[in-house]
């Protein structure tokens, strides 16, 4: 099989490689290799049975046409300063412009007109005034809301104006290898049921999202594709009832705080905030689970759910942040059964585990009801524990009764970004022919920043015709 330009991996940074390709009127053949099913055909069982089944071959929540993205509640993040480092990478006006061209795009394909966050009113001069004092930046991001239900119908649309302009798409079907031959990229092995393919191309784009990261980080070290160690995201998904979040979520929908609390001074902030949503629990293939949060356009719950995250890097001599991360997943689950653990904020400062009649005596209910109460303290690593009760504490003082007794802490929040892949500006690895994209690159780490590195890698390879 030959084509011009392979794509692994049908997440946001693959669908907008194609799609800038079409734009710029390319004739080249194109194909994309999806894992996972068509966007009709992807459904999550936890609808039915209200819980996390742990789907095998994978998690149909974040494999698939669309990636991750599918299933999350679509919030477009449209400051350059939020998503990952791409604009380190490529300047910043030219990340903000592609921010601005691709926001076009999804308004083309159904995105909801209105974009929280642009007003300056007095009561976010209030909350950016009390941040200050509390030793807390808050980035000022407007975000384009999409809505789960929502999405879908928007990456659908997607879906069919590739296949009708002529791009290839095999679903159900895994790439495992690069072929390299000479130092060169040549092409991908793949397999799809019984069959396996050797698929050419001249440019090969992978695009394997955050699920792909590993099967990458195995790839740079075969074939000695240059990287850097990446850095890990270790932390806990926080709720809180509504009332709480109330002027937040109202004036902002999303408070991005950053924080270097004491004694540690790393950065410790707050991401993907869901007023109204839900706490979720997503599988990962090696039956890690790991808790995530989203919220729907239309149904909403009392509560409002956010991500507090620590950074981690390491060196010398250990320098695998992955791995660090996934013991702490492992040792997490294997004390919740296989579960995500939750705990009250109080019960940590109190030193004692929180039993599951507890979560009832107050106003706030989990979202998660799967979720199992126990001791998050007894797996978290001590400066990431301390991180986070020190953050909670400051948060506290820009959004009163967040550090409350009852406030809800589930365990393991884990972000993995990949290896960072070295590459030029044209996203060029250092092997001649091959490409890396998206959060499996360890460039981004988000919707609009991966849709973005689609975006110009489209640009740059339509100019071959
Ligand atoms: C529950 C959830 C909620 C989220 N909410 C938001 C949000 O609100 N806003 C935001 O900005 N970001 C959000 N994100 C993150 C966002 O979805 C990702 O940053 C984004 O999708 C990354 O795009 P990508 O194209 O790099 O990778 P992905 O979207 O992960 O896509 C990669 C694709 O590659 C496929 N693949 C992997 N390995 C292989 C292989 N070997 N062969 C073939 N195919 C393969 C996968 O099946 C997948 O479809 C959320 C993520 C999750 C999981």
Known sequence: MNYDVVIVGAGPAGIFTAFEMLRCGSKQKIIIIEKGHAIENRSCPKNKTGKCMNCKPFCHITTGFSGAGAFSDGKLSLNYEVGGDLPSLIGENLAQETINYTD???LEFGADGHVEGLENTDEIKDIRKRAIRAGLKLVDCPIRHLGTEKAQDLYYSIEQYLLNNGVEILFDCECNDLIIENGICKGVYAVSGDRHMDI?????????GRRGADWLDKLCIEHGIAHTPGTVDIGVRVEVRNEIMETVNRTLYESKLIGYPLPFKNKVRTFCQNPGGFVS???YDNDLAVVNGHSYKDLKSDNTNLAILCSHNFNQPFNQPIEYAQKVGE???MLGAGHILVQRYGDILNGKRTW?????????KPTLPDAVAGDITAALPYRSMVNIINFIQA?????PGFAADETLLY????KFYSNRIRMDKKFKTSIPGLNCLGDSSGWTRGLMMSSIMGVLMGRGLAENG
Do not use: R
């Not at 365990?411 to 884990?414: A, D, F, G, V």
């Open 104 to 106: 076009k795009i999804y």
């Open 200 to 208: 050419f191309g001249e440019h090969i784009v992978v695009a394997t």
């Open 281 to 283: 629990q997503e599988n």
């Open 331 to 333: 040792l997490t689950n």
């Open 356 to 364: 599951q009649n507890e979560l009832m005596q107050s106003n706030l």
């Open 395 to 399: 948060v506290d003082q820009v959004v």
């Open 411 to 414: 365990s393991p929040e884990l």
